[in-house]
């Protein structure tokens, strides 16, 4: 085994392997970057991004034999033709009817990789790919279907250039990059892409995670958020911390298979009461649970859980709902949810940033910031995320650029400042985001 320098694998009785530093790391301060073993663009990407090494820019050139991969340069093109060519021809053939999963995908390179590499290579330090964890075993009949759909989407478009192992190897790699694989994004949290680190999937969950994993092109970077004494545990947030403690662990449950124990999934009452914002009134018989309608009758304990309930589908359909009823659902919830829960109730704020990234999508600056205006998740005493993350840095990013581009500077700078702050912990101060943004600030 190489190693990485400050960090040490461990073992413990409870968690199984994670991840932890040998020296001390203060807030920024980056603990180590680590190259995709395999990164894959999404296909709804391709044209604005560089197949390769995913920059997103104007002008890039196309693969001349699908026409369907695009390049920064000549230089981009080779690099990734070992990995294209799995797909280059297939796509040619299959024309239309070409539509493999992104994680058929993935596992397509990563097959192909695994042939080509056989050293341990720069995404390998610590844990090998063939190491990393699978949970086979806790799949439900719904992964288990969806897994096999991938497997005939993998023989179908990839076999001609592929030497597909056994099912079983199949199921268990599959398994592999479900638990194990990351979501590329950019500044804003788009999706770009899917990729995997074996060294980063060994850093563990909490909900106060102590280190951020951002992107530099295909390229994981893990900084530290909080400062990090030596022996401290490396742990990340696999999931988006705005929900109450209940949500969190059956997400957490349903998807990585385990039950979080973490110091904030430990103030369980406390902190689901803070999330599930009622609506205020003069009737309190605990802080929390504040409750009155107009007429004054306190909101019964049923109507609660019945639009927690009605919120919980809502979130849920929504994910699978045509986009030209997205604004729609969008409106009706939030008029539902506004006769129970205050504007700083939790799944009010998600379905007001669905409707503000559904406005974005239609060029609507106006709603966007109709509703993106009424988000930035600081409420009374309350903060519902961790000082650094991510969904508020995004959130301030994108305000911030409507606000620009409506020619209201000094709101957009404000905004813009905001998200710069988090980011330079997250992302590093040098990042090209960073410089993007700046140049945005001087622009008007
Ligand atoms: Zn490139
Ligand atoms: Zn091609
Ligand atoms: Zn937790």
Redesign the pocket.
């Known amino acids: 085994m190489k190693n990485i320098d400050g960090l040490e694998m461990f073992s413990s009785p409870e968690k199984g392997r994670g991840l932890r530093v040998s020296r001390g790391f203060s807030v920024g301060e980056l603990l180590f970057s680590c190259p995709a073993y395999s990164s894959v663009l999404s296909v709804s990407e391709r044209g604005s991004c560089c197949d390769l090494c995913f920059r997103r820019k104007q002008g890039l050139a196309r693969c001349g034999k699908c026409k369907k991969a695009f390049y920064c340069n000549a230089s981009c093109q080779k690099a990734d033709w070992a990995m294209h060519k799995l797909e280059c021809s297939a796509m040619v053939a299959f024309g239309e009817n070409w539509c493999p999963s992104e994680r058929s995908r993935l596992v397509a390179r990563i097959l192909a990789k695994k042939k080509l590499q056989k050293e341990r290579c720069d995404s390998e330090k610590i844990l090998l790919i063939g190491e990393m964890q699978s949970h086979l075993e806790d799949e439900d009949n719904e992964k288990k279907e969806k897994t096999e759909a991938d497997i005939a989407g993998l023989s179908r478009f990839f076999s001609k250039h592929l030497e597909v192992p056994s099912h079983r190897d199949l199921l268990t790699l599959f398994s592999q990059v479900a638990c194990n694989g990351f979501t590329i994004e950019d500044d804003e949290l788009s999706h770009m892409g899917t990729a995997v680190y074996p060294d980063v999937a060994l850093i563990n969950h ?2 106060l995670p102590s280190v951020i994993v951002t992107f530099n092109g295909t390229k994981a970077e893990v900084r530290a958020v909080q400062d990090m004494k030596p022996g401290d545990e490396v742990l990340i947030s696999y999931i988006d911390l705005l929900y109450p ?1 209940d949500d ?2 059956s997400r957490l449950r349903e998807s990585y298979y385990f039950t ?3 110091p ?2 430990q103030k369980k009452i406390q902190g689901r009461n803070k999330k599930i914002k009622l609506k205020k009134t003069s009737f309190s018989k605990n802080f929390f649970f504040r409750i009155q309608t107009i007429n004054s009758d306190p909101i019964e304990p049923q109507v609660i859980s019945n639009m927690t309930r009605y919120a919980k589908n809502t979130i849920r359909e929504f994910r699978s709902a045509p986009p030209s009823e997205l604004l729609e659902m969008c409106e009706q919830s939030l008029e539902e949810m506004g006769a129970v829960f205050e504007d700083s109730n939790i799944y009010v704020l998600h379905m007001m940033y669905q409707a503000m990234g559904v406005c974005i999508y239609m060029q609507d600056a106006d709603g966007a910031l109709r509703y993106g205006e009424k988000l930035p998740f600081k409420k009374t005493n309350i903060n519902l995320y961790p000082p650094y993350s991510l969904n508020v840095s995004s959130l301030y990013l994108k305000l911030g650029r409507i606000y620009m581009t409506m020619g209201r500077h000094s709101e957009g700078i404000k905004a813009l400042t905001k998200a710069i702050a988090i980011m330079e912990v997250a992302h590093g101060k040098d990042h090209h985001y960073l410089q993007d943004i700046r140049k945005e600030l001087t622009q008007k």
């Open positions: 909490s909900c403690t969190r662990k979080c124990e973490c904030e999934c």
